[in-house]
């Protein structure tokens, strides 16, 4: 009888416990939101999206910043999204499944997990230096695509194994070879778990600064990049360098192009997840 | 005419050797059943006759399998044009996840075929020969996933029946299906065989009673008679036979 009201007891207490840790969470999300909106919010307008930086804060804005960031993305997806994929669909489809394939598949995942700045070390000997791209945005995509480039591929595999293999049968049953299996097959039926994982990566992306500082991009850009060669900044950068200064104006600035990062992620996010569960919904058969 | 000619055929998954010299030959226009225990190969001879095992990476055969006089596991084969001559429906119904139309076309499309008359015509008249048409007629953008099992199943077979196949083999097509799902097939399996040669894989010891007219028994790896149906089911000559078509083990 003793043991069933500690039963409960522990029963009750695991329940409050995990409502405090799921609690913590948010509040302190909620808690940073509302801060970085209070500081914010009303130095967004749209003279601070349209303008070159400056010495001064209240006439200093983000265009440099966000364009940079918006060739570093389409540049990073053009360069990451088609090797990751293809890696993904070799490794998957075409690789044996031997020791080897085993150690590579580990140390795909592990690649993952290695800390960003050291991608930025590699990016800054390969592509600046050995390759003399120098500081430039392609330098930049190129550095990011290999941090991202394990998440696309990892995402790609797990997306194709959860196909199932009777539809790969059924269609070598039909006489198809083993490409137009993958092509009008498989990829379709993979494409949510693909492009849900290739957002993600992109997102985790865009937040980046550390390898970007390392190789060289710089917080002052005074002009809208022009070409992939072209110097550039980005929006962690510029934040980075706005709160990094003492004046209060500038922290504001710094706020308020938080305040436009978050709402890039979270759109980016929020795609993901449509497109995840659009996948899960279809791919009951 | 002999279609299927297996001689001496050995198959090996690793150290593991699962059909021994297997030698039996089927005419065209026929229906021939392969019967026997769970695991005693069956199957795995059926998947030899359109090199479905081929995707298994320990898979070997030793022997020779010949379909109209070719050497099926000849170098200088096309295991794709193979299958297109030699179509293959399998246990679970396995439609893609697309329309009913994209279903029975994709075997066109992956020959490489844009006419789009010739492909609706074909369409048509693979579901009226798999008796789906009039279920279907309206509905042939839905995904083919909304069908039941049953006509899942007979999509399967129009799918395969598009590409103009000579042999279709069949897997256990019925297991999985209610018994008026399973009766429409048997059915269907009926009218085909008057143009097709028809192998099929089969625990149901009436199923094969009632559509085949040869009938093989597999037991461990080996085949143990081969026989026409009559014969199997009324005077088997082996006592293995005997004891598993009257129920005995397996």
Redesign the interface.
């Known amino acids: 009888m003793n043991s069933l009201r500690t039963n409960r007891l522990l029963d009750t207490s695991f329940k409050y416990v995990g409502i405090f840790a799921t609690l913590f969470g948010l509040v302190m999300l909620a808690i940073f939101i509302f801060n970085i909106l209070g500081d914010g919010i009303s130095r967004i307008d749209w003279d601070f999206l349209t303008s070159l930086p400056s010495r001064r804060s209240s006439k200093a804005g983000i265009l440099t910043a966000w364009t940079g960031t918006a060739w570093i993305m389409m540049l990073t997806a053009l360069i990451a999204i088609p090797l990751g994929i293809s890696a993904g669909i070799y490794l998957q489809e075409y690789g044996k499944k031997n020791r080897l394939a085993a150690i590579v598949e580990v140390n795909i995942s592990n690649l993952a997990g290695v800390p960003s700045i050291i991608y930025g070390l590699l990016g800054l000997e390969i592509f600046v230096r050995t390759l003399n791209m120098g500081s430039s945005l392609l330098a930049g995509a190129c550095t990011l695509s290999l941090l991202i480039l394990p998440v696309i591929i990892v995402a790609t595999r797990e997306a194709l194994k959860a196909v199932p293999n009777s539809l790969r049968e059924a269609s070598y049953g039909m006489g198809a070879t083993k490409w137009q299996t993958i092509w009008y097959q498989i990829l379709p039926a993979a494409s949510g778990g693909i492009i849900t994982g290739v957002i993600l990566a992109l997102s985790r992306a865009v937040g980046e600064t550390a390898p970007l500082i390392v190789i060289g991009a710089l917080a002052y850009v005074p002009f809208v990049a022009q070409s992939p060669l072209d110097e550039f900044t980005v929006l962690p950068m510029q934040i980075f360098n706005w709160v990094s200064r003492p004046q209060k104006g500038f922290l504001e600035n710094g706020a308020a192009a938080i305040i436009v990062l978050l709402a890039i992620t979270f759109c980016m996010n929020g795609i993901a997840i449509y497109f995840r569960n659009r996948w899960q919904k279809k791919i009951n058969w | 005419m002999k279609l299927i000619e297996a001689d001496d055929v050995n198959v090996y998954y690793g150290d593991n050797h699962v059909l021994k010299d297997i030698s039996l030959s089927i005419k065209e226009n026929t229906v021939t059943a392969f019967i026997g225990p769970s695991g005693c190969g069956k199957s795995t001879f059926l998947r030899t006759l359109?090199r479905?095992n081929d995707?298994i990476?320990t898979f070997r055969l030793e022997g020779k399998i010949e379909i109209d006089g070719k050497n099926i596991y000849g170098k200088k084969v096309k295991v794709?044009?193979?299958?297109?001559k030699v179509?293959?429906v399998?246990q679970?119904p396995?439609?893609?996840?697309k329309s009913i139309f994209e279903n029975v076309a994709?075997?066109l499309?992956?020959?490489g075929s844009n006419d789009k008359d010739l492909i609706a015509d074909r369409v048509e008249k693979s579901l009226k020969q798999a008796a789906l048409w009039g279920e279907v007629k309206d509905i042939l953008n839905k995904s083919a996933?909304s069908l039941s099992g049953g006509q899942q199943q007979r999509l399967?077979i129009a799918?395969?029946l598009a590409?103009k196949p000579s042999i279709i083999l069949m897997d256990e097509p019925a297991s999985a299906l209610d018994p008026i799902s399973t009766a429409k097939i048997e059915e269907l399996i009926f009218e085909l065989k008057t143009k097709y040669t028809i192998v099929i894989v089969t625990h149901n010891m009436q199923q094969a009673a009632r559509i085949s007219e040869r009938t093989a028994f597999f037991y461990l790896g080996n085949l143990v008679e081969y026989d026409k149906t009559s014969e199997i089911f009324t005077n088997p000559k082996h006592k293995q036979t005997e004891n598993y078509i009257t129920g005995r083990f397996g």
């Open positions: 359109n479905m995707y990476d794709e044009e193979l299958r297109q179509g293959m399998f679970k396995n439609p893609f996840p994709y075997g499309k992956i020959q996933l399967c799918r395969t590409v």
